[in-house]
């Protein structure tokens, strides 16, 4: 069982930064890929960003050039650095865990409880 706790999330201005860390149980956390997900009142849930201990990472068009997913395989923590941030952006934002590719949601073996991020314009 793995276990994954969310911190980082608050009100920020339009054009503002916020980073986010999840930090988790366990002693296999490199063996996960890990993926931040997000989801606006009314929308589906969204890949936002995915981090393969190999250092891959892959993105969501709407974040590219503005989020930064990072990973500290010897905290066990992974980190999402979000910059020139906009209203779209407001969301509760889910750390995801899974062996197998997490940008399909549905190999996601454990989810955060999600922190809530605003963007005031």
């Known amino acids: 069982q793995v276990q994954l706790v969310e911190s980082g999330g608050g009100l920020v201005q339009t054009g503002g930064s916020l980073r986010l860390s999840c930090a988790t149980s366990g002693r296999t956390f490199s063996r996960y890929i890990m993926g931040w997900f997000r989801q606006a009142p009314g929308k589906k849930r969204e890949l936002v960003a995915a981090?393969?201990?190999?250092?891959?990472?892959s993105y969501a068009d709407s974040v590219k050039g503005r989020f930064t997913i990072s990973r500290d395989n010897s905290k066990n923590t992974v980190y999402l650095q979000m910059n020139s941030l906009k209203p779209e952006d407001t969301a509760v934002y889910y750390c995801a865990a899974g062996l197998r590719d997490v940008r399909d949601s549905d190999n996601v073996n454990y989810w955060g409880q999600g922190t809530q991020v605003t963007v005031s314009s």
């Open positions: 981090s393969w201990s190999g250092g891959f990472t």
